[in-house]
């Protein structure tokens, strides 16, 4: 499957926050977009599920337009920057609900298997961006957005996101956006950067310091 987004554009009042957007994503890459606070990245993502309306969009799928928003196609999940779950969802029900195994989980991932009757909202906030990426990514989903699914979390975990991610992108479309760009390059196999309103196809890390995204690649 092929993703394409093109011809964005949006404002917020008088104030031009997209145009000159491109972006393609295919089943079995993870494509990443980095770009400074501000320059519409979420923005982009909301666009591209449907949650924002803007002047112009146009999404294809296999080449073909898909008018309705992409929210109400069963094949598709977003995380979001914030917390989507209930703070007082038990977790081991949030598993049920998402249909995915709890045993599986708490196994591998000793540090939460005390957690089955918490509620979502005790945790802390990295534990909760871990377990949302976690149920986001195993959901049997073609199309995933991942709007910073690093934010928050230690470097082990962000090791075990990175790790969950190689596992499952065979049979998906993954798209994701972090400030944690190192993770992000590695990874991304298509990498596009976010700058004056429009995307730029990285072709060369060094094309990041180029436009000013970094310092040091
Ligand atoms: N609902 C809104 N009304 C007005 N302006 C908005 C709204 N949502 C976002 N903006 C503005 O649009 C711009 C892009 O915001 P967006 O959240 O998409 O950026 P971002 O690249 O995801 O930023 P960050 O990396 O800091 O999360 C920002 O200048 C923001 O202030």
């Given at each position: 499957m092929i993703f394409e987004i093109d011809n964005v554009e949006l404002y917020f009042k008088s104030k031009k926050i997209l145009n000159g957007i491109y972006l393609k994503a295919e089943t079995g890459k993870v494509t990443g977009i980095l770009g400074r606070n501000g320059c519409g990245k979420s923005s982009l993502l909301d666009i591209a599920f449907g949650n924002l309306k803007p002047k112009y969009k146009l999404v294809r799928i296999d080449k073909k337009p898909i008018l309705k928003p992409l929210y109400l196609a069963k094949n598709v999940m977003y995380l979001p920057q914030y917390d989507f779950v209930p703070r007082n969802l038990k977790i081991g029900k949030l598993f049920k609900?998402?249909?995915i195994d709890w045993i599986n989980f708490s196994d591998k991932y000793?540090?939460?298997?005390?957690?089955?009757?918490?509620k979502f909202g005790k945790l802390s906030g990295g534990e909760r961006r871990f377990i949302e990426t976690y149920l986001v990514l195993k959901c049997d989903k073609d199309l995933v957005f991942l709007d910073e699914p690093f934010n928050g979390i230690s470097p082990i975990l962000i090791d075990d996101v990175k790790a969950l991610i190689n596992e499952v992108k065979n049979k998906k479309i993954i798209i994701l956006t972090d400030h944690k760009y190192k993770d992000v390059i590695e990874?991304?196999?298509?990498?596009?950067?976010l700058n004056n309103d429009s995307t730029f196809l990285i072709k060369?890390?060094?094309?990041l310091e180029d436009y000013g995204y970094v310092t040091q690649v």
């Open positions: 609900l998402f249909k000793k540090n939460f298997s005390a957690y089955k009757n918490h990874i991304t196999d298509e990498l596009y950067l060369n890390l060094n094309q």
